[in-house]
T-cell receptor, first 111, second 111 residues
Framework: GAGVSQSPSNKVTEKGKDVELRCDPISGHTALYWYRQSLGQGLEFLIYFQGNSAPDKSGLPSDRFSAERTGGSVSTLTIQRTQQEDSAVYLC?????????FGPGTRLTVL | TQLLEQSPQFLSIQEGENLTVYCNSSSVFSSLQWYRQEPGEGPVLLVTVVTGGEVKKLKRLTFQFGDARKDSSLHITAAQPGDTGLYLCAGAWNAGNMLTFGGGTRLMVKP
């Protein structure tokens, strides 16, 4: 379909390892967002890309978290030296106007 | 930091009952959105409200935006088991697309 896709759907890793999460937004959407959701709670904003502007990184919880968006399309969220508290569902969304369209998320489990 | 308080956090009701979910902030929203999320999926937009006092209806769901644009409510009439899910409100405080999400209301409708 033409929706937002994320990969992998599930990721289990060991504490201290690095992980990369991928987001493919809807074609033509200029904005891309990453959120974190713990145990079915509300969404915690992480980072926001809008066109060619510098990303808003104000929600990143530590310098272990980084994200990039290549060619204004695909985005990768990288978590270095993962910790158990990083375990959560990581959601990506894209938008053209006000409505945000979400992907199914990546469930990250850090053992 | 703008905060969105959502209540109740959990709601378990019988099929056919009515319910209301509230979303409140001390700040004025430029717009507010309501999303519904099912397990294993990303949130899906239900409605966007922009004008103070605005009321929108979506079948058995009625959404209200407070006159001062600081609060909103979602009312479900004659709830059905298919309404079960996590309901999220999300507010924007400027003309941009950035959203802050409430903590969510987990609704369970028992047959």
């Amino acid at each position: 379909g033409a929706g937002v896709s994320q990969s992998p759907s599930n990721k289990v890793t060991e504490k201290g390892k690095d992980v990369e999460l991928r987001c493919d937004p809807i074609s033509g959407h200029t904005a891309l967002y990453w959120y974190r959701q713990s145990l079915g709670q509300g969404l915690e904003f992480l980072i926001y890309f809008q066109g060619n502007s510098a990303p808003d990184k104000s929600g990143l919880p530590s310098d272990r978290f980084s994200a990039e968006r290549t060619g204004g399309s695909v985005s990768t969220l990288t978590i270095q030296r993962t910790q158990q508290e990083d375990s959560a569902v990581y959601l990506c969304a894209s938008s053209f106007m006000r409505e945000q369209f979400f992907g199914p998320g990546t469930r990250l489990t850090v053992l | 930091t703008q905060l969105l308080e959502q209540s109740p956090q959990f709601l378990s009701i019988q099929e056919g009952e009515n319910l209301t979910v509230y979303c409140n902030s001390s700040s004025v929203f430029s717009s507010l959105q309501w999303y519904r999320q099912e397990p294993g999926e990303g949130p899906v937009l239900l409605v966007t409200v922009v004008t103070g006092g605005e009321v929108k209806k979506l079948k058995r769901l009625t959404f209200q935006f407070g006159d001062a644009r600081k609060d909103s409510s979602l009312h479900i009439t004659a709830a059905q088991p298919g309404d079960t899910g996590l309901y999220l409100c999300a507010g924007a405080w400027n003309a941009g697309n950035m959203l802050t999400f409430g903590g969510g209301t987990r609704l369970m409708v028992k047959p």
